[in-house]
């Protein structure tokens, strides 16, 4: 059977919300761990046959086919084509599975796969309003559908609607959130101290660190804040960053391997996505999760590191009720809480940073799963060679 592997894997810091990377071009953010991703692997980058980027509110400076205007932009060989794909915040992820699908069928053997965001210049949901707005569809683009109002009437359609659903449905206190958030900080804060981002991160101009992990936060600010909903358990302190980032992977045939002398890092050993209720949106990955184990034959204890977005506090504690993961194996250098989620990039940043932490850890199998919008979440689930 036809192996895909993983030879690289570099992302950008991430920068908050009108932070470092604020002004900084999407295709500037791609083009920089596209160069470096192939710097670093070795690869001829005219052989590679395809780039696969996910981003999000694909307008202005992220319209166009961002992937190949990254590539483009990096100085790359124009022979070279690329692909935009959106399966929401999972876009990366999918884009991966894409890349992987290829080689693992044997019609492409060099692949790169990847995502690009700049929520500082292009905020969240704009292609939803702006885009939308001459056809009269200002509400989001479930307005006037028919058939989705027959189905689903007219429940709020909203990350933050679902991520209440969830805290009500697996009765997850804000406190127990909060404690939970902390956590994420506090971890990514030993991670940067201790340098374990250092080998996957690639400095752009004066950031050279993930901007947002707190040191000043703490349990009594978090309980402090108003709820995003009225009578709600959220706050924008158990949700995740606004953020800008890029990331990149690239993904070999065994045939690639021999003839461009690259070292395989890592084996694709299973990919999935499963959907669930649009209305609750974010519980997603739990179905998957379940769905993915069972066709590899795998227990959740065979996994030795999880890297679940941390979109909202309940839909990572709502996952570990389901499932009994060990919390301690679970985003072990903290999430997108404290380090930020650029929407398109976050799944092949996450993919980056699970690769690394299983190299310096010794871990066998790694799992990354996030919750998407329209009910959805993609599994991977990669082995460490």
Known sequence: MPEAYIVEAVRTPVGRRK????????????????????????????????????????????????????????????????????????????????????????TQDLVVAGGVQNMSMVPIGYANGKAVEPLGLTEGPFAGSEGWRARYGDQPVSQFYGAELIAEKWAITREAMEEFALGS???????????????????????????????????????????????????????????????????????????????????????????????????????????ALKKTGLTIGDIDLVEINEAFAPVVLAWLKETGADPDRVNVNGGAIALGHPLGATGAKLMTTLLHELERTGGRYGLQTMCEGGGQANVTIVERL
């Open 19 to 106: 932070g470092g990377l604020a002004s900084v071009h999407p295709a500037d953010l791609g083009a920089h761990v596209l160069r470096t991703l192939m710097e670093r692997s070795g690869a001829d980058p005219a052989a590679v046959e395809d780039v696969v980027f996910g981003c999000l509110d694909t307008v202005g400076p992220q319209a166009g086919d961002v992937a190949r205007t990254c590539w483009l932009a990096a100085g790359l060989p124009e022979e070279v084509p690329g692909v935009t794909v959106d399966r929401q915040c999972g876009s990366s992820q999918q884009a991966l599975h894409f890349a992987a699908q290829a080689v693992l069928s044997g």
């Open 185 to 291: 900080h506090q971890r990514a804060l030993r991670a940067i101290d201790e340098g374990r981002f250092d080998r996957e991160t690639v400095p752009f101009g004066d950031v050279s660190v993930d901007e947002g992990p707190r040191r000043d936060t703490s349990l009594e600010k978090m309980a402090a804040l108003k709820p995003l909903m009225e009578g709600g358990r959220l706050t924008a302190a158990l949700s995740s960053q606004v953020s800008d980032g890029a990331a990149a992977l690239l993904l070999a045939s065994e045939r690639a391997v021999r003839e461009h002398g690259l070292t395989p890092r890592a084996r694709v050993h299973h990919l999935s996505v499963r959907g669930e209720d649009p209305i609750r949106m974010l519980s997603a990955p739990i179905p998957a999760t379940a769905y």
